[in-house]
């Protein structure tokens, strides 16, 4: 691989973000004022050719600079040398990285562009707010606050009918690799109102995945999910009496949401002292200092049972909190906050006599926190295995976190860059990866049932989106979106499967902690039945989850039109069948494996076919209509699942 000109940030000396952090508006989203560096600033060849086309999509640009329209966002070493897809399995790769399915039409927009183009249209794309889908479907409504209040299930429906069918796929698929960053579970959200407690957390990702991380992590920080998650919320200052702050944000904003366990390089490998060891980032005393700042906060008592705001439980005395609740960033109580004095990081908090002063406490430390150099590996890292491979190179990892660190305009944390810099990189476009056995990544089990549902126009025709939690691995997924099982995700992302190839290298492989004899054969047995048969829902014309006997329907259902045009009237032959079998194969290959199913795959799923389709009891020119349209569903959802229990499809390349 090439050298590539990057950043200089040493290790003694300020990271190249610090110096741009003063720039006015640097973290809005909106805003295109002061972008350009400051007077005596340099950045890399490297820096100054990434993210033309967001900030040309940010400012409503277009023009002769340069733009993403017209495919000509400049290349780098490493960066964007291969602009456009040269055939469909290209373009259909790439669309399986950006978003959830290569669907045929996505896949001719992209050939008529570039991935540029295509990026910055999402960019321009509206948000699809979860919040406002939940009020549609009257769950909010006075009448229905018995059954949703303490009901998680609407959450499922929400973050499913977002992953499944919102246009703004780009954001969400982004939101769903953020939502494994900063996680919240719906599995121990015990509060009012968690269906939308989760639905306005998602739509804090949603609303941030696009602009900077540093609004981000603020916004995060003062969730009511978070907050309820990680026990911030409630969190009181020490007293006399050997009380102290409870450290568990303090510890997992720095471990989980920004720096990281170990002091990094920038291309995201641990930096070794004089030992040989690897330098621990932070320690205990950076933990309980930090906490001191994380004190005083809790939801806003305007919402509270006892204010104004409260909401009388139906049939109850007692009140319980208004949802809007939720959505509003947790207020500070000063008389709860420490005033002590707070040293972290090397970054020091004075001490705010009165309690005065806890707002800007708070800007300090998550200001320290964002300038860290750590963070631009450490999250670009993580990004690059949701989105394209468990074991990105230390160049790679580079060129992400250099984006990170500066956009081009001086700006660090725009999270555009980011997206474009792991989507436009050459290891992600470029061929070299799908060769190498150590590229690629294991799709997590909700993400291959996305990828099913939006490839075929699964939707919920009741409009209702009955499904739940599938994390269930015996008779479900064994993974569910917002159900992670810790706050340390469904998986490590250093984790390396034990007794393995991969182990003797020690190559990471995340998802792979999800793998076992159960999950495998869950998966298999999930998808055969939905394939075929859809997914069945008990009321599902009521907004309600009230269980009414004799009411299930089949609500999800795969459209297989175009598939179905591909099976005739005449397969009985050997060569009709062999075509048939063919022409399946071949275009499920490039819908869902962007053209990566191996030559015995290939053979064996298309004998596989062919043979069905010349058994004497199953030949189409023998059937009825009825039969006839039954038995090509039936091979129809053979081949789906065939190839979606292939490694080719298991393994995304």
Same mark, same amino acid.
């Given at each position: 691989?090439?050298?590539?000109?990057?950043?200089?940030?040493?290790?003694?000396?300020?990271?190249?973000?610090?110096?741009?952090?003063?720039?006015?508006?640097?973290?809005?989203?909106?805003?295109?004022?002061?972008?350009?560096?400051?007077?005596?600033?340099?950045?890399?060849?490297?820096?100054?050719?990434?993210?033309?086309?967001?900030?040309?999509?940010?400012?409503?640009?277009?023009?002769?600079?340069?733009?993403?329209?017209?495919?000509?966002?400049?290349?780098?070493?490493?960066?964007?040398?291969?602009?456009?897809?040269?055939?469909?399995?290209?373009?259909?790769?790439?669309?399986?990285?950006?978003?959830?399915?290569?669907? !045929?039409?996505?896949?001719?927009?992209?050939?008529?562009?570039?991935?540029?183009?295509?990026?910055?249209?999402?960019?321009?794309?509206?948000?699809?707010?979860?919040?406002?889908?939940?009020?549609?479907?009257?769950?909010?409504?006075?009448?229905?606050?018995?059954?949703?209040?303490?009901?998680?299930?609407?959450?499922?429906?929400?973050?499913?009918?977002?992953?499944?069918?919102?246009?703004?796929?780009?954001?969400?698929?982004?939101?769903?690799?953020?939502?494994?960053?900063?996680?919240?579970?719906?599995?121990?959200?015990?509060?009012?109102?968690?269906?939308?407690?989760?639905?306005?957390?998602?739509?804090?990702?949603?609303?941030?995945?696009?602009?900077?991380?540093?609004?981000?992590?603020?916004?995060?920080?003062?969730?009511?999910?978070?907050?309820?998650?990680?026990?911030?919320?409630?969190?009181?200052?020490?007293?006399?009496?050997?009380?102290?702050?409870?450290?568990?944000?303090?510890?997992?904003?720095?471990?989980?949401?920004?720096?990281?366990?170990?002091?990094?390089?920038?291309?995201?490998?641990?930096?070794?002292?004089?030992?040989?060891?690897?330098?621990?980032?932070?320690?205990?005393?950076?933990?309980?200092?930090?906490?001191?700042?994380?004190?005083?906060?809790?939801?806003?008592?305007?919402?509270? !049972?006892?204010?104004?705001?409260?909401?009388?439980?139906?049939?109850?005395?007692?009140?319980?909190?208004?949802?809007?609740?939720?959505?509003?960033?947790?207020?500070?109580?000063?008389?709860?906050?420490?005033?002590?004095?707070?040293?972290?990081?090397?970054?020091?908090?004075?001490?705010?006599?009165?309690?005065?002063?806890?707002?800007?406490?708070?800007?300090?430390?998550?200001?320290?926190?964002?300038?860290?150099?750590?963070?631009?590996?450490?999250?670009?890292?993580?990004?690059?295995?949701?989105?394209?491979?468990?074991?990105?190179?230390?160049?790679? @990892?580079?060129?992400?976190?250099?984006?990170?660190?500066?956009?081009?305009?001086?700006?660090?944390?725009?999270?555009?860059?980011?997206?474009?810099?792991?989507?436009?990189?050459?290891?992600?476009?470029?061929?070299?990866?799908?060769?190498?056995?150590?590229?690629?990544?294991?799709?997590?089990?909700?993400?291959?049932?996305?990828?099913?549902?939006?490839?075929?126009? @699964?939707?919920?025709?009741?409009?209702?989106?009955?499904?739940?939690?599938?994390?269930?691995?015996?008779?479900?997924?064994?993974?569910?979106?917002?159900?992670?099982?810790?706050?340390?995700?469904?998986?490590?992302?250093?984790? @390396? !499967?034990?007794?393995?190839?991969?182990?003797?290298?020690?190559?990471?492989?995340?998802?792979?902690?999800?793998?076992?004899?159960?999950?495998?054969?869950?998966?298999?047995?999930?998808?055969?039945?939905?394939?075929?048969?859809?997914?069945?829902?008990?009321?599902?014309?009521?907004?309600?989850?009230?269980?009414?006997?004799?009411?299930?329907?089949?609500?999800?259902?795969?459209?297989?039109?175009?598939?179905?045009?591909?099976?005739?009237?005449?397969?009985?032959?050997?060569?009709?069948?062999?075509?048939?079998?063919?022409?399946?194969?071949?275009?499920?290959?490039?819908?869902?494996?962007?053209?990566?199913?191996?030559?015995?795959?290939?053979?064996?799923?298309?004998?596989?076919?062919?043979?069905?389709?010349?058994?004497?009891?199953?030949?189409?020119?023998?059937?009825?209509?009825?039969?006839?349209?039954?038995?090509?569903?039936?091979?129809?959802?053979?081949?789906?699942?065939?190839?979606?229990?292939? !490694?080719?499809?298991?393994?995304?390349?």
């Amino acid at each position: 691989m090439q050298e590539i000109d990057t950043p200089n940030i040493a290790a003694d000396s300020p990271p190249l973000a610090h110096r741009a952090s003063s720039l006015p508006d640097a973290r809005s989203e909106s805003s295109c004022a002061n972008r350009s560096p400051a007077a005596g600033q340099s950045y890399s060849p490297h820096a100054l050719t990434l993210l033309a086309s967001a900030l040309l999509a940010a400012c409503g640009g277009g023009g002769s600079g340069g733009s993403a329209d017209d495919g000509s966002l400049p290349s780098a070493p490493g960066f964007n040398n291969f602009p456009k897809a040269a055939n469909d399995n290209e373009a259909s790769r790439f669309l399986l990285q950006a978003q959830f399915a290569a669907k !045929p039409a996505d896949v001719s927009t992209v050939r008529a562009g570039s991935f540029a183009s295509y990026l910055k249209q999402e960019f321009a794309k509206p948000i699809n707010t979860a919040w406002d889908w939940l009020e549609s479907r009257g769950y909010g409504a006075n009448g229905s606050v018995d059954k949703n209040v303490y009901n998680s299930n609407i959450g499922d429906y929400m973050v499913w009918r977002d992953l499944m069918s919102a246009p703004d796929v780009l954001r969400k698929r982004v939101a769903l690799a953020l939502s494994e960053f900063f996680v919240v579970s719906l599995n121990s959200m015990e509060i009012d109102w968690r269906g939308y407690t989760i639905a306005a957390y998602w739509d804090v990702l949603n609303k941030h995945a696009f602009g900077n991380f540093r609004d981000l992590l603020e916004d995060i920080t003062l969730n009511p999910a978070m907050g309820y998650y990680l026990n911030t919320r409630g969190n009181q200052k020490e007293d006399n009496r050997g009380r102290l702050p409870d450290e568990n944000y303090a510890r997992e904003v720095m471990q989980l949401f920004t720096i990281g366990l170990y002091e990094l390089n920038l291309d995201g490998t641990a930096k070794i002292d004089a030992a040989g060891k690897k330098i621990e980032s932070y320690d205990s005393d950076d933990v309980s200092q930090l906490a001191r700042i994380f004190t005083g906060y809790n939801f806003d008592p305007a919402y509270s !049972p006892s204010s104004p705001n409260g909401i009388q439980f139906p049939g109850q005395n007692y009140k319980i909190w208004s949802r809007e609740y939720a959505r509003r960033p947790m207020t500070l109580d000063a008389t709860r906050h420490s005033t002590l004095a707070a040293s972290f990081l090397g970054i020091n908090v004075p001490a705010r006599p009165g309690g005065t002063g806890g707002a800007a406490a708070l800007k300090t430390a998550l200001d320290g926190l964002f300038n860290h150099p750590n963070v631009g590996p450490f999250f670009g890292r993580q990004m690059i295995q949701r989105l394209v491979t468990s074991n990105p190179s230390p160049e790679y @990892v580079t060129r992400v976190a250099s984006a990170f660190n500066n956009n081009g305009a001086g700006v660090r944390g725009d999270m555009k860059a980011v997206w474009v810099a792991i989507l436009l990189d050459d290891e992600a476009r470029g061929s070299q990866g799908l060769g190498n056995p150590e590229f690629g990544k294991l799709r997590e089990p909700m993400l291959r049932f996305v990828n099913w549902a939006r490839s075929f126009g @699964v939707v919920s025709k009741a409009g209702s989106w009955k499904l739940g939690d599938l994390s269930n691995a015996s008779n479900g997924l064994g993974q569910s979106p917002l159900h992670s099982p810790s706050v340390f995700n469904f998986f490590r992302p250093g984790y @390396v !499967p034990p007794g393995t190839a991969l182990a003797t290298k020690q190559s990471t492989a995340p998802e792979f902690q999800l793998v076992n004899e159960t999950t495998v054969g869950g998966y298999v047995n999930y998808m055969q039945n939905r394939i075929r048969s859809g997914i069945r829902v008990n009321n599902a014309t009521s907004p309600d989850g009230d269980f009414v006997a004799n009411t299930d329907t089949t609500d999800f259902e795969g459209d297989y039109t175009a598939l179905l045009a591909l099976i005739n009237n005449s397969t009985s032959t050997d060569a009709e069948s062999q075509r048939v079998a063919q022409s399946l194969v071949s275009y499920l290959n490039t819908l869902l494996c962007a053209g990566q199913l191996g030559g015995n795959n290939v053979a064996e799923i298309t004998n596989a076919l062919r043979a069905a389709m010349m058994q004497s009891n199953r030949r189409v020119t023998n059937a009825n209509t009825t039969q006839m349209d039954g038995y090509r569903r039936d091979l129809i959802a053979c081949a789906i699942l065939m190839v979606m229990a292939s !490694p080719e499809y298991l393994i995304q390349k």
